[in-house]
């Protein structure tokens, strides 16, 4: 059951991502949601290469020697990397986007936007 | 000659172009120019591999030469990039509309301030879209999904109006979720194929009775594409977005950025990778048949233009599902030939309304009238598209339909089919309130002054219209030998990765 | 509010700033130069480079920070690097294949000068990571003093 844990918890960041972005009305908020739900992701990523006792990729204790079936998978952390910078781009983005909106509104609440409506 | 290494090009040069117009971006025309530049090499290159090569041919490039090796039994490690007879009918579709657009913005984007940025971002856009196409590698396909995704997001703000940064906003949220979704439906293929390309992934799977997890991951998978392609209970950001773009964009998204980033990938995925289940044909008919039913009937009561449009993207979209749903090679063949005819008259009808816009400063339906006595090209063009659309005879998009429709006759969907035909009927009804509107009828008095476009924005909605009326030839054998034949075929299982 | 942000924060901020801003630059250049055989690379060292730059313009105010480098600069910057890494995957092709590791294929572990194109690779995305950062930096600040104008 413990082995399970790290993706239970994983599981209920992404819920809790979730929960915000449906849920909640302010844009910093649902930007947040985005954040939590996107690092849960991440998170999974990371820990689906995990191997029990096992070291790093290009690491081993004699030169020369190498033992693939100690090494963790180093695929996902290089995949993570790229998920990440993907990830800054987007919450730049939508940052940038909810200043001008308060520029535009002078509020985060998105239930006082009402141009789209209809 | 064939180069196998020419592959890479299609994303590299719009890129190359993107980074080059911020770095000139003093010198006023040279981004317009890099802007058609790069579309126009990306669209011969896509027809070089059309007309130069034995139809149905397939090309695979190993990015750095990270082929498969023996040590991890065959697989490959890098980043393959595939181009099969799927990948070269969407090439040549996407590039077409790009460089029409590209033409047509020199014209439309006089209006704006940097244009620097409109074009480094409609060729990251376009680079992504490329990549998407010609990615043999899941996980390649996501970044380059994201690449076209967020400077769609910029793109469709650019106006930096109340409406363009509301509807970014809630654009880049969905957009957002999407990309999560597939993200991770990634990372379960991974952990349970242990390979990120595409044709090993098959391979692996094929061999094996599908899991609760394969099923998860299609419910992902599906949620996440089926935001890209708003396939409706995941619409509600296309109605505001595609509007709120400038006119070229909105027929860069409408046109062709829904199929790449959602049709496109559903279909490579679920055809190719997962080999068609029975679960997903279902799930994509009952999606296809809603979104043409709401797409049509909420389309009806539109009076903005280009918002009409757009819910009618979200129709015409769900007939291409209703095609490939229904998964026999007639199906896949009518949904392909839809894909094409929509691309062509969707962003023909988004231009034209641009035109429209730019030459009467307004979008909405009832401030109008009477256009075509003013702006003949513009209102015969839109014309072309709008019969197209609506399905009249001669024009393209009678004959997607109708193999549709026949094709889902062929299955044994009579409901369906029954369905698809009444809905084109109220196509033609919300086509009719377009052309009645805006272009025929009376000339308004405020109107009077109005003046045609200028003659770069008439040569593409000239070009796109012409390929509205002729488009029907692609259903000649020679035409389909080389162009449509080898698509379908690559999805019915007959070649591919 | 604004006019306190031109001039910059305390004179103990401005000192241990002036101290330290120099080392973490150059630190940051040093993770770039060694990406290929020590952890990090040109993504951690562009960020580091960034966050001196950033470090300075919190410190001493905007004037001095764009000073140096404008937010002009940064597009440039940052366009030359995305470039710089796109012709050197294309120059790959020359030898046959995108991306060939063209120079030194075969590299010596733990030499400095021996991983090919790799390393100017790095100082590519690090260019491109550094101006990029620094610019959505300022770009965001900019938007704060549009906001507060609005006001």
């Known amino acids: ?118 | 000659m064939i180069n196998e290494g020419m592959i890479p090009l299609f994303v590299a040069v719009p890129l190359a172009g993107a980074f080059l117009a911020a770095l000139f971006k003093r010198l006023g025309w040279i981004p317009d120019l890099l802007g058609v530049l790069a579309s126009l090499f990306s669209f011969c290159l896509s027809l070089h591999f059309i007309l130069d090569t034995a139809p149905g041919a397939s090309f695979a490039v190993n990015v750095g030469g990270w082929g498969s090796f023996p040590e991890v039994m065959g697989k490959v490690v890098g980043i393959r990039l595939v181009l099969d007879g799927f990948t070269v009918f969407m090439l040549a579709i996407v590039n077409f509309v790009a460089l029409w657009v590209s033409i047509y913005a020199v014209g439309y984007m006089k209006r704006y301030t940097g244009r620097w940025q409109f074009y480094t971002l409609f060729l990251l856009m376009l680079a992504g879209m490329n990549g998407v196409l010609i990615t043999g590698d899941m996980f390649n396909m996501y970044v380059f999904i994201e690449i076209a995704s967020i400077a769609s997001y910029a793109l469709v703000a650019f106006g930096v109006g109340k409406r363009e940064l509301e509807a970014s906003f809630k654009y880049a949220v969905m957009g957002g979720m999407a990309s999560l979704l597939i993200l991770l439906a990634v990372v379960f293929l991974y952990a349970s194929t242990g390979t990120l390309n595409m044709g090993d992934m098959r391979e692996i799977l094929s061999g094996t009775h599908y899991s609760g997890l394969v099923y998860l991951v299609f419910g992902l998978l599906l949620t996440g594409f089926g935001l890209k392609a708003a396939l409706v209970p995941f619409h509600a950001w296309l109605p505001d977005a595609h509007p709120s773009a400038p006119a070229p964009i909105s027929a860069m998204l409408s046109g062709v950025l829904i199929k790449a980033l959602g049709v496109y990938t559903i279909a490579r995925i679920f055809f190719d990778v997962f080999g068609f289940p029975h679960q997903v044909s279902i799930i994509l008919l009952v999606l296809a048949a809603i979104s043409m039913g709401v797409g049509a009937l909420v389309a009806l009561r539109q009076w903005d233009m280009k918002r009409l449009l757009a819910y009618s993207s979200i129709s015409q979209v769900g007939y291409i599902m209703l095609g490939f749903g229904i998964g026999t090679p007639l199906g896949v063949m009518g949904a392909l030939f839809h894909l094409f005819n929509h691309s062509m008259f969707k962003s023909l009808l988004f231009l034209a309304s641009g035109a429209v816009e730019y030459s009467t400063g307004t979008r909405n339906m009832k401030e109008m009238g009477g256009l075509n006595r003013k702006m003949p090209v513009t209102g015969g063009t839109a014309l072309a598209g709008a019969m197209s659309l609506a399905g009249i005879p001669p024009f393209a998009g009678f004959w997607s339909k109708l193999v549709i429709i026949v094709a889902a006759v062929q299955a044994h969907h009579m409901k369906l089919a029954a369905w698809a035909a009444l809905m084109s009927i109220i196509t033609i009804v919300y086509v009719f309130r377009i052309t009645r509107y805006a272009f025929l009828g009376e000339l308004k008095e405020k109107l009077a002054g109005i003046k045609e476009v200028p003659l770069l924005m008439r040569v593409s909605l000239i070009i796109l219209a012409l390929a509205c009326i002729l488009g029907g030839l692609v259903l000649l054998p020679q035409v389909r030998k080389m162009f449509l034949s080898p698509a379908v075929r690559v999805l019915i299982g007959m070649g591919g990765v | ?151």
């Not at chain 1, 689906?48 to 100690?70: C, D, M, Q, T």
């Not at chain 1, 998978?73 to 940052?95: E, K, Q, R």
């Open chain 1, 1 to 118: 059951m413990n082995a399970y844990m790290p993706y239970v918890l994983c599981l209920v960041l992404f819920c809790i991502g979730i929960f915000a972005i449906l849920s909640k009305k302010n844009i910093i908020k649902i930007i947040l949601g985005i954040i939590i739900a996107e690092y849960a992701v991440n998170l999974f990523l990371v820990m689906v290469a995990y191997k029990a006792g096992g070291r790093a990729a290009i690491f081993s204790p004699n030169r020369g020697e190498i033992l693939p079936e100690v090494m963790v998978d180093p695929l996902p952390h290089a995949l993570v990397l790229t998920s990440i910078v993907i990830g800054l781009a987007t919450t730049a983005f939508m940052i940038a986007l909810a200043i001008r909106l308060y520029g535009k509104y002078g509020t985060f609440d998105i239930t006082r936007m009402r141009e789209l409506r209809g």
């Open chain 3, 1 to 151: 509010m604004s006019k306190e942000r031109e001039r910059g924060m305390s004179v103990i901020v401005k000192t241990v700033t002036r101290l330290t801003v120099g080392l973490i630059l150059l630190y940051g250049v040093y993770v770039v130069l060694h990406g290929h055989i020590t952890p990090g690379g040109g993504f951690a060292g562009g960020v580091i480079i960034a966050l001196s730059f950033i470090n300075l313009d919190l410190a001493f105010g905007k004037r001095v920070s764009s000073g140096i480098l404008s937010k002009e600069g940064t597009g440039v910057i940052e366009a030359m690097g995305a470039l710089l890494f796109l012709a050197l995957a294309l120059i790959g092709m020359k030898y046959g294949i995108f991306f060939k590791n063209f120079m030194h294929p075969d590299g010596e572990p733990g030499e400095l000068v021996s991983a090919g194109i790799i390393p100017l690779e790095n100082i590519a995305i690090a260019l491109k990571v550094g101006a990029g950062l620094f610019g959505i930096f300022l770009t965001l600040i900019a938007a704060q003093k549009f906001e507060a104008e609005k006001k």
